[in-house]
T-cell receptor, first 114, second 112 residues
Framework: DAGVIQSPRHEVTEMGQEVTLRCKPI?????LFWYRQTMMRGLELLIY????????DSGMPEDRFSAKMPNASFSTLKIQPSEPRDSAVYFC????????????FGPGTRLTVT | QQPVQSPQAVILREGEDAVINCSSS?????VHWYRQKHGEAPVFLMI?????EQKGHEKISASFNEKKQQSSLYLTASQLSYSGTYFC?????????????FGPGTRLSVLP
């Protein structure tokens, strides 16, 4: 199995630009998680989907962030407009049955907003 | 609410043992443990469910005291490959399936 796939692996953009991060979960997994990791704030859960439906989006920082999961094999996390404080590593993870199951993490996208 | 981990960091010599603790102010349904090496993604180690079940993974084991809302990760005869940051993740018992949150992490360095 290819594992969780994320793209791009690195993204450098200027403040104010739109950024779209992509994730393909492991086939057969019905839950998908988006995390943000920084030195200051650690590993934060942004949003969690189960069967393509957002279950917990309490971690989404503000309206500039949005996430979609149009089907079981694809999800996007969009930041519009981006700000320097959004610079972080964004991980996508998937699991077989929700938050209580083993989560498989993708390699992450390192975002730098200048 | 984020669980608390202790210690924040620990340095060991190869072959020594370590204990990493995780505690929450909320009633927990499960505790998860992950390890993240520098520049890599977190990797699952084990899940402990309500009931105090102790699980093991190679020379790494863990316990879960649901009454105290605490979990401990035990690393015995540590190896160089154990170096990394260990995160506990907790799932709240009163909001099952939601409110999964990781602790701040414990950085473990194993020296030769």
């Amino acid at each position: 199995d290819a594992g969780v796939i994320q793209s791009p692996r690195h993204e450098v953009t200027e403040m104010g630009q739109e950024v779209t991060l992509r994730c393909k979960p492991i086939s057969g997994h019905n839950s998908l998680f988006w995390y943000r990791q920084t030195m200051m704030r650690g590993l934060e859960l942004l949003i969690y989907f189960n069967n393509n439906v957002p279950i917990d989006d309490s971690g989404m920082p503000e309206d500039r962030f949005s996430a979609k999961m149009p089907n079981a094999s694809f999800s996007t996390l969009k930041i519009q407009p981006s700000e320097p404080r959004d610079s972080a590593v964004y991980f996508c993870a998937s699991s077989l049955g929700g938050a209580g199951y083993e989560q498989y993490f993708g390699p992450g996208t390192r975002l730098t907003v200048t | 609410q984020q669980p608390v981990q202790s210690p924040q960091a620990v340095i060991l010599r190869e072959g020594e043992d370590a204990v990493i603790n995780c505690s929450s102010s909320k009633a927990l349904y499960s505790v998860h443990w992950y390890r993240q090496k520098h520049g890599e993604a977190p990797v699952f180690l084990m899940i402990l469910l309500k009931g105090g079940e102790q699980k093991g993974h190679e020379k790494i084991s863990a316990s879960f005291n649901e009454k105290k809302q605490q979990s401990s990760l035990y690393l015995t005869a540590s190896q160089l490959s154990y170096s990394g940051t260990y995160f506990c993740g907790t799932e709240s018992a009163d909001n099952y399936g939601q409110n999964f949150v990781f602790g701040p992490g414990t950085r473990l360095s194993v020296l030769p």
